[in-house]
């Protein structure tokens, strides 16, 4: 046997080898080392036989691959009771869920903001919605004739206006 097939047990893990038996011209046995693609090539021309291999590798299916949404952080930006400024954000909203009150806007995404600086107030009161409003018709068109209550922010200023008119004395 040549000096390669003997040492066939330790490279196995870097080549792969099949052994054939064959007979040479003096009729003995003698061990000669085949590439397994040559073969697989023979093989493939001797009986008519094809080998596909996989084309793809099998790996597991995946769900919910798709989830990295950053959070929105919608809700509260300032509590009862805080001061806030002119401009604050004090609630974001996707749905009407917070309503405004003295001196609060509403702007064009839901948000309520303070129109003047003063103390926050949130208040739970009946609704008297103007109902031509498209978020109003959008989130409480199904309420119409019912009555129901919501949260109201509200803002008292820190310096009222001292210009009061004198209408009449007792």
């Not at 903001?113 to 919605?129: Q, W």
């Not at 109201?152 to 009449?168: E, G, M, R, S, T």
Request: charge should be positive; charged fraction near 20%; glycine fraction near 8%.
């Amino acid at each position: 046997m040549s000096n390669k097939c003997q040492k066939i047990s330790h490279l196995h893990l870097t080549s792969l080898f099949i052994f054939n038996f064959a007979k040479n011209l003096n009729n003995r046995m003698t061990l000669v080392c085949v590439n397994l693609k040559q073969i697989l090539q023979h093989t493939k021309n001797i009986f008519g036989v094809s080998i596909r291999a996989a084309s793809k590798k099998t790996g597991g299916s995946t769900q919910n691959t798709h989830t990295k949404v950053r959070p929105k952080h919608r809700g509260w930006k300032v509590q009862d009771g805080h001061r806030v400024e002119a401009g604050s954000i004090l609630a974001t909203q996707r749905h009407l869920r917070f309503h405004p009150g003295l001196n609060v806007g509403f702007g064009r995404n839901g948000t309520l903001f303070a129109m003047v600086p003063g103390r926050v107030l949130v208040t739970c009161e009946k609704v008297d919605l103007n109902w031509t409003h498209t978020w109003v018709q959008r989130c409480h068109g199904f309420r119409q004739e019912k009555e129901f209550f919501k949260k109201y922010f509200n803002i008292l200023p820190d310096k009222q206006h001292q210009n009061f008119k004198l209408i009449d004395q007792l």
